[in-house]
């Protein structure tokens, strides 16, 4: 289970901050290898705070072990000749590390692995880079010797799409009925830098897509917009900004809102610190606005069976010799790739890693 991960105390957000800094697949800075440890020493207090706020730390792991452990245990049921499954989860930036998943894989034998993404919509910067830190660790031998395929974006997945919609509606409950179907919905996604974009990553266009099928599944019951959250730095980045449209909305009088975090399965310092304690905070305190935010997938039993339905499918495709180990779409690289690692790791993976 590939995912960026989260510092779990809060003393492990400099260490958090640093690796993700210094990712060369997710940004190029100058001198960055120096650059990297300045920007997250003096990045630490402010994101330190912010994770003390939510409780003292990421519930990233505790909730990726937790759908982990229920997709294994569906998993051999939904697919017993491949039985026993076991999930390992591998972050690029928080333990356990790739390294350490190695380490557990080693010691329990695995020879055959599915390199399952954790973020829906794929982008070079989260998907993209996992995948590429996963074959460095192929080719240098931290965990050679495994067939591995992957599982790369699953953004449109009914059993994903059902438990979004199942969340949407628990939010809407709480507004009156009178005013429910005026309600905005406002999906919510991690931004990404315009240079990403603009070089041909998918994720803008698989969030949309995302999006869509929710609203489908909605029966298109409520006015929405997608908007973009967590914009760092002075360069340009996908917009519109999440609390930019929250103000614009209350300006237009629409000050009915349900935030719908959309592209990430469970919660985080962006939905409990940026979507919670910041914007719904203001919305409701400064901009007199009626917010609910639908809930992260986190336990949600709909969406740990999807997470069992796609890996059983994938399985047995697999094991019929429908599928290749890679997605026909995750061998196109981005028309701007400059990244030479991108072409070894996708080529790397085509074959079945080893
Ligand atoms: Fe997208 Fe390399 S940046 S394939």
């Not at 991960?5 to 809060?10: F, K």
């Not at 207090?45 to 505790?62: D, K, T, V």
């Not at 350490?100 to 894989?105: N, P």
């Not at 990553?201 to 006015?223: H, I, K």
Request: charge should be neutral; aromatic fraction near 8%.
């Amino acid at each position: 289970m590939l995912n960026m991960g989260g510092p779990s105390t809060v003393p492990e957000t400099h260490d958090f901050l640093k690796s993700l800094f210094l990712d060369r697949d997710l940004m190029q800075l100058p001198f960055q290898s120096l650059l990297a440890p300045w920007i997250a020493r003096r990045r630490s207090p402010m994101i330190e705070q912010q994770y003390e706020a939510i409780g003292g730390g990421s519930p990233i792991l505790r909730w990726t072990e937790h759908q982990g452990a229920g997709m294994a245990a569906l998993l051999d049921e939904l697919h017993p000749t491949t039985a026993p499954h076991k999930a390992y989860i591998a972050f690029r930036y928080a333990r356990p590390l790739t390294d350490e998943c190695a380490t557990r894989m080693r010691a329990d034998g695995v020879k055959r692995a599915v390199a399952f993404t954790q973020y829906p919509q794929y982008s070079c910067s989260t998907t993209g880079s996992s995948l590429n830190e996963l074959y460095r660790k192929g080719i240098d031998g931290t965990l050679s010797g495994i067939e591995w395929s992957v599982i790369d974006r699953w953004g449109t997945h009914p059993g994903f799409i059902e438990a979004v919609a199942q969340n949407v509606e628990r939010a809407l409950q709480k507004f009156n009925p009178s005013v429910r179907s005026d309600t905005v919905l406002l999906f919510s996604a991690h931004s990404l830098p315009m240079s990403v974009v603009n070089r041909g990553d998918p994720y803008v266009s698989e969030v949309a897509g995302t999006v869509q099928a929710v609203m489908q599944r909605l029966g298109y019951s409520n006015p929405w917009r997608l908007v973009w959250q967590s914009q760092v730095g002075p360069r340009p980045w996908m917009g519109p900004k999440t609390d930019a449209a929250l103000k614009g909305l209350a300006k237009l009088g629409r000050k009915r809102v349900v935030l719908v975090p959309i592209a990430f399965t469970s919660d985080h310092i962006e939905t409990l610190f940026e979507l919670d304690h910041e914007y719904c905070a203001e919305a409701r305190e400064s901009l007199g606005m009626e917010v609910q935010r639908a809930e992260s997938l986190n336990d949600s039993p709909v969406f740990i069976r999807a997470l069992a339905d796609m890996a059983a499918q994938h399985l047995k495709d697999y094991s019929a010799g429908k599928i290749s180990p890679t997605s026909v779409q995750m061998g196109l690289r981005c028309p701007g790739c400059e990244n030479a690692t991108c072409g070894k790791q996708k080529a790397w993976f085509a074959k079945g890693g080893e």
